[in-house]
T-cell receptor, first 112, second 115 residues
């Protein structure tokens, strides 16, 4: 069966450091992968999308990589701030745009 | 403001009492979807709709119904709620004219408790 895993439930880092979150998947070849941010009790908010033919995507302090050979995506937040504390979800397109399968998320805590 | 709205935001009900959670979007999106989110299980898709009068099952459709009579609205119906449907529910929408890569916009969530 299709499986998507985010390698840690929680990640604690200090302000100013780079946070790196991992998303691994099996048994599927998605055309693209997305990353979302979710704050407690709120809906996920889209951050970045990376296509299968792209190695890397950047947006301000965010960077996403996508290795279709390893079936892995890395999500980086550089110069992290306490305001970056949230749960981050990765999601794969699994059905020609009709369905996204989500990982369970990694909760990032940035301490000052 | 472009947004997806859900009502109610919080609901406590009893087993077997029919309820409807409404979802509305003002972005003229063709695609709408319902998810539930449970601790340890993540977000799982319940139903989705590609356009008016076109709906299909997601991963966990049992115990739920949907309808799409208007483009902007996509209500989720629980005909006979049970305690295992206690969850946090999210509605989402996206444009499909741009193809597979259009991002989803999520509503604020509805926290449902079935006693």
């Amino acid at each position: 069966s299709q499986k998507i895993e985010q390698n840690s439930e929680a990640l604690n880092i200090q302000e100013g450091k780079t946070a790196t979150l991992t998303c691994n998947y099996t048994n599927y070849s998605p055309a693209y992968l997305q990353w979302y941010r979710q704050d407690p009790g709120r809906g996920p908010v889209f951050l970045l999308l990376i296509r299968e033919n792209e190695k890397e995507k950047r947006k301000e302090r965010l960077k996403v990589t996508f290795d279709t050979t390893l079936k892995q995506s890395l999500f980086h937040i550089t110069a992290s701030q306490p305001a970056d504390s949230a749960t981050y979800l990765c999601a794969l397109d699994i059905q020609a745009g009709t369905a996204l399968i989500f990982g369970k998320g990694t909760t990032l805590s940035v301490s000052s | 403001e472009a947004q997806v709205t859900q009502n109610p935001r919080y609901l406590i009900t009893v087993t077997g009492k029919k309820l409807t959670v409404t979802c509305s979007q003002n972005m003229n999106h063709e695609y709408m979807s319902w998810y539930r989110q449970d601790p340890g299980l993540g977000l799982r898709q319940i139903y989705y709709s590609m356009n008016v009068e076109v709906t299909d099952k997601g991963d966990v459709p049992e115990g739920y119904k949907v309808s799409r009579k208007e483009k902007r609205n996509f209500p989720l119906i629980l005909e006979s709620p049970s305690p295992n449907q206690t969850s946090l529910y999210f509605c989402a929408s996206k444009r499909t004219s741009g193809g597979r890569t259009d991002t989803q916009y999520f509503g604020p969530g509805t926290r449902l408790t079935v006693l």
